[in-house]
C-alpha cells in the first residue's frame, strides 16, 4: 500500500513541474539591440537594429565570419513611438524582443519640437525595459550610426554605443548616461541633462578595407523644462570630464606657449563644490585635487633644466591646463544659458533656503565670477631621465 501512495504522491509532483514546453528557440526571437529615434512632419520616424543571435551561433559553429546575416534595420514611422513599433510588428518575421535593447540615439529634430519625456515615459512603463540603456544624439547621423557594425570580429552586442564603459576606464573625455540617469534629471531640481554626441569616421579595417565606426567627441545639453541647448564639440567639452562624479582616466595634454610640450595621465580626481554667498550672490568654490603619471615630454626642455624643476614645472602646467579647460567649458555652456557643472543643485542640496531665496525658473542665476577655482595636480610617477614625484 505504501508503494502505491508513494507512486501516486510521485506523479503528482511530476506533474507541477514546470516543462520547456513553452520555450522558444534563439533562431525564433529577433532581439532589438539599437535604436534611433528622430520627429519630422508631425511623424516620429524609427529605426530599429535586430539581431538574431540564433544565427551568429550558427555562424560560429560553421567557422564562417561572425553574424555575417544576423543584424536587420527596420524603419518606420507614426504619430506616436508605439504606432511606429506596431507598423513594423506587422511585417516582422519572428518576435521581437525589447529586454535586450542596449542604446537608443535620439535626434536633434526630436529633442527640439517634442523634447526627451516621450522617450522616456515609453521605456519606463514598458515591461521588458532595463534602466541601463545607453543613451546617444546625433543629428542627421541616426541612419548611418544604426548601422555600423564593429570593426573586429566580436559580437554586435560588444560596439563602441552598446557598451562604451569599456572604453571609458581608459578614456573619460566622453560621460555615460543610461535611462536612469535621464530620469533624475528630468525629475530633479536645477538639474541640467548632458547627453553624449555621436560622430561616424572611417577607420581602415586593413590595408584594403575601409570602414565606419561610431564614437563620441561632445556633449548634449537639455534642460528639465523641455528645452534643447545646445550641443558642445571636442575642446568645448574638455572641462566637464574634471568635474564628471564618474571620472576614471584622462590623458591630458600640456602646452606651453601654444607648443605641445607633453602629456599626464590623471588617474585619480576628487572635487569638492562648496556653495557660499558674497554680495547677495551665490558663488561656489571649486576644489580639485588629481593625481597621475607623467607620460610624455619635450626632452629638448629637460635638458636644460633640473629634474626637480621639471617636475614642478610640470605639474605648474597641468594645473593651469585643467583650469583652462573647466572654465572653457563653463563659458561655452554659460552662452547656451546651461549649468553644466549642475552648481544650482549643489546649493539645492546643501543650502536649500538660500536656493529657494535665490532660485529664478528653477536654478540658479550664473555668470563667469560664480566659480571661484583652484586645481591642485601631483605627479605620482615620472622616474625615468632622473625626475620624480612632485612634492604636493
Not at 546625433?138 to 554586435?156: C, F
Request: a neutral charge.
Amino acid at each position: 500500500m505504501g508503494r502505491y501512495v508513494l507512486f501516486i504522491f510521485v506523479m503528482i509532483i511530476t506533474l507541477m513541474l514546470s516543462g520547456c514546453y513553452d520555450s522558444r528557440s534563439p533562431e525564433r526571437v529577433a532581439y532589438v539591440h539599437g535604436m534611433a529615434i528622430d520627429y519630422k512632419d508631425g511623424e516620429y520616424t524609427l529605426y530599429l537594429q535586430l539581431i538574431n543571435f540564433g544565427s551568429i551561433a550558427k555562424s560560429e559553429a560553421s567557422g564562417g565570419r561572425q553574424g555575417e546575416s544576423s543584424q536587420i534595420i527596420k524603419i518606420s514611422s507614426g504619430k506616436n513611438i508605439s504606432d511606429a513599433i506596431l507598423k513594423i510588428l506587422l511585417t516582422a518575421q519572428e518576435e521581437l524582443y525589447f529586454g535586450n535593447l542596449s542604446f537608443i540615439i535620439l535626434g536633434d529634430q526630436l529633442l527640439k519640437e517634442k523634447g526627451i519625456e516621450p522617450v522616456i515615459d515609453l521605456w519606463s512603463r514598458y515591461p521588458e525595459t532595463r534602466y541601463k540603456i545607453y543613451f546617444y544624439t546625433g543629428d542627421n547621423l541616426l541612419k548611418q550610426a544604426i548601422t555600423i557594425k564593429p570593426i573586429l570580429e566580436v559580437s554586435k552586442s560588444l560596439n563602441r554605443l552598446a557598451d562604451p564603459e569599456n572604453i571609458f576606464h581608459q578614456s573619460s573625455t566622453i560621460p555615460i548616461r543610461t535611462l536612469r540617469d535621464i530620469i533624475i534629471g528630468i525629475n530633479e531640481p536645477g538639474h541640467t541633462i548632458v547627453i553624449p554626441n555621436i560622430f561616424i569616421q572611417k577607420d581602415l579595417k586593413d590595408l584594403t578595407e575601409e570602414s565606419r565606426v561610431a564614437g563620441a567627441n561632445g556633449v548634449t545639453l537639455y534642460n528639465r523644462h523641455k528645452q534643447l541647448l545646445g550641443t558642445l564639440i571636442d575642446e568645448d567639452m574638455y572641462g566637464y570630464r574634471w568635474m564628471d562624479k564618474d571620472f576614471a582616466r584622462a590623458i591630458l595634454t600640456l602646452t606651453k606657449e601654444d607648443e605641445v610640450f607633453g602629456a599626464v595621465t590623471i588617474n585619480e580626481k576628487k572635487v569638492k563644490v562648496k556653495p557660499v554667498i558674497v554680495n547677495n550672490k551665490p558663488r561656489f568654490h571649486v576644489q580639485i585635487n588629481a593625481a597621475g603619471s607623467l607620460t610624455e615630454v619635450n626632452n629638448d626642455y629637460l635638458g636644460k633644466i633640473e629634474a626637480k624643476q621639471a617636475v614642478e614645472e610640470i605639474k605648474d602646467m597641468a594645473e593651469e591646463q585643467i583650469k583652462k579647460e573647466v572654465m572653457r567649458t563653463y563659458r561655452q555652456a554659460l552662452q547656451l544659458d546651461a549649468d553644466i557643472y549642475r552648481l544650482s543643485e549643489v546649493l539645492y542640496r546643501k543650502d536649500l533656503s538660500s536656493w529657494k531665496q535665490y532660485e529664478e525658473n528653477g536654478g540658479i542665476p550664473l555668470d563667469e565670477q560664480s566659480i571661484n577655482l583652484d586645481v591642485k595636480v601631483r605627479i605620482q610617477n615620472a622616474w625615468k631621465g632622473g625626475l620624480r614625484r612632485s612634492v604636493k
